[in-house]
């Protein structure tokens, strides 16, 4: 367990976990997170980008339908061989490295070279207990879909209940 687990603050716990469906404000501070990072990364404001304050972090989305939970995480410009995928009973973890370099030559001399490097780890609890042996994963495009069925004793039973009139 890393220590930054231990501290109850500054930690994304992935999308639609119970705390966030009971309070609404907390996927709003998300989103408004997400915005304003899109809009520095629009503009090309360096210092305020994820990546300039210590890493990449893939955005990560969760969805849940009646038989599976489907999690989507945004890695533009990974290979396969750049993050793993690991899951430990309700707990989905993402993690690898992000290697960017951009070079500029005039006349065939550099003239200016950038380059960042950095580690990323996202832990992203699921709303269920999943099959493990049956998860699926596909990359695509910059684009990581999971698709993991859910266990049995996770699948809601709806039970039609006739009201009698007095």
Not at 19 to 39: C, K, S, V
Not at 117 to 130: A, D, K, M, W
Request: with cysteine; hydrophobic share 35%; glycine share 8%.
């Amino acid at each position: 367990m890393a220590i930054r687990d231990l501290v109850p603050w500054g930690r994304e716990r992935g999308v639609g976990t119970l705390r966030e469906r009971e309070d609404p404000f907390i996927g709003l501070h998300r989103e408004m997170n997400r915005m304003f990072e899109d809009l520095a990364r629009s503009f090309d404001l360096a210092p305020w980008s994820s990546w300039e304050r210590g890493g990449f972090h893939p955005r990560t989305d969760v969805g849940e339908t009646d038989g599976e939970v489907i999690v989507t995480a945004e890695m533009p410009g990974l290979e396969e061989k750049d993050f793993e995928l690991t899951l430990t009973e309700d707990v989905l973890t993402l993690k690898g490295e992000k290697r960017h370099e951009h070079e500029e030559r005039e006349k065939g001399e550099v003239h200016r070279v950038e380059r960042s490097y950095g580690s990323f780890e996202r832990t992203i609890q699921l709303p269920c207990e999943v099959l493990a042996d049956k998860a699926k994963a596909e990359y695509r495009n910059g684009l990581l879909t999971v698709t993991l069925p859910k266990a049995p004793s996770a699948k809601r039973s709806v039970h039609r209940i006739d009201v009698k009139t007095g």
